[in-house]
C-alpha cells in the first residue's frame, strides 16, 4: 500500500470517528431536550407555589414535590411563574407540560386536562376586616358585597350566582392588598394561600369568618394535557413512590401543612 492511499484511510478514519462523535453528542443534545418538564406555576401562591421574592428561585412545597417527582421519573423540571388564571390556557397552548400548585380537580378541569391522583387538599375561606362582626355562612350571604378573588379560580362562578359584586385579582396576594386599602369588603381564597400571606404580615386587623361554609374542597393534584398518559404515568407511578417513603409527608411538614 502506498503512502497516499495510508493517508487516505487515516483521514476517512477521523471523519467517520468525527461524524460519530457529532451524531453522539447530537443524541445526547436530543436526550437532554426530551427530558425537561415545562411546568407552570404562580408567581405569588405560596405556600403551593411562587416565585421567592430574594432570590428569584421558585419555591413551595408542590415545586418542591414536582422537583422530586420530576428527578425520580428521569425529568428535568423548568419551572415557569405566570398568574394564576394563565395555567389552564399555557397548557392547553403547549406553552407548558404540566402545572403544579394550588390547580385542584373540579369536574370543569378534569373536561380539558389529566390530573394525577390527588396528594393534599384545601378549601376557600371568607377574610373580613376584624371590624366587621358579622357571621357569614356562605356565598348566598354576600350579595351586594364587594369580594375579591382570583381570576381563574373555582370560586368565580358561585360568586358571580350569589350576587356578589366581584373585584378579580391576579393573586391572593393582590386581594389582600385590596382588603387592606379598603377597597373591599372582604376576599373570598384558597385558605393554603390566606393563612401563608397573613403569617408573613402579621396582620391582625383582618379575621378568619369561622362560620363561613366553603364552596368546596380542593384536592391538589399535578396536571397535564388531556391523553398525555404517558407523562401522567410517570408522574402518578413517582408520586406514589415518594409518598410511601415518607418524602412527600416531610416536604409538606416543611411549609407548615399536615
Do not use: C
Not at 453528542?25 to 401562591?45: D, E, M, N, P, Y
Not at 373580613?128 to 368565580?156: E, F, H
Not at 391523553?227 to 411549609?255: F, H
Request: no cysteine; net charge neutral; glycine share 10%.
Amino acid at each position: 500500500m502506498d503512502e497516499d492511499q495510508t493517508m487516505n484511510r487515516r483521514e476517512i478514519s477521523k471523519g467517520l470517528a468525527a461524524l460519530l462523535m457529532a451524531g453522539s453528542a447530537a443524541a445526547t443534545s436530543r436526550a437532554q431536550f426530551a427530558s425537561i418538564l415545562k411546568v407552570g406555576i404562580t408567581s405569588a401562591g405560596q405556600p403551593a407555589s411562587g416565585v421567592n421574592s430574594q432570590t428569584g428561585a421558585p419555591e413551595g412545597f408542590a415545586v418542591e414535590i414536582m422537583q422530586a417527582v420530576a428527578a425520580d421519573a428521569g425529568l428535568v423540571p423548568e419551572f415557569h411563574p405566570m398568574p394564576f388564571g394563565e395555567l389552564q390556557s399555557s397548557l392547553l397552548d403547549k406553552r407548558i407540560d404540566a402545572v403544579a400548585g394550588s390547580f385542584g380537580i373540579t369536574p370543569e378541569r378534569q373536561r380539558v386536562v389529566d390530573f394525577t391522583h390527588s396528594y393534599g387538599s384545601y378549601r376557600d375561606v371568607l377574610i373580613v376586616r376584624a371590624s366587621n362582626p358579622n357571621a357569614y355562612r356562605s356565598v348566598a350571604d354576600l350579595k351586594g358585597m364587594k369580594i375579591a378573588t382570583s381570576r381563574g379560580s373555582s370560586y368565580v362562578r358561585p360568586l358571580e350566582e350569589a350576587g356578589a359584586d366581584l373585584s378579580l385579582s391576579a393573586s391572593t396576594a393582590e386581594s389582600i392588598a385590596k382588603l387592606e386599602a379598603g377597597n373591599i369588603d372582604g376576599i373570598i381564597e384558597n385558605e393554603l394561600q390566606v393563612n401563608f400571606r397573613l403569617r408573613a404580615r402579621g396582620r391582625t386587623d383582618f379575621r378568619v369568618v369561622d362560620s363561613y361554609q366553603p364552596i368546596l374542597i380542593g384536592h391538589l393534584a399535578f396536571a397535564v394535557r388531556k391523553g398525555d398518559a404517558d407523562l401522567l404515568l410517570k408522574l402518578d407511578r413517582s408520586l406514589s413512590k415518594l409518598e410511601a417513603g415518607g418524602s412527600v409527608a416531610e416536604i409538606k411538614k416543611k411549609w407548615g401543612l399536615g
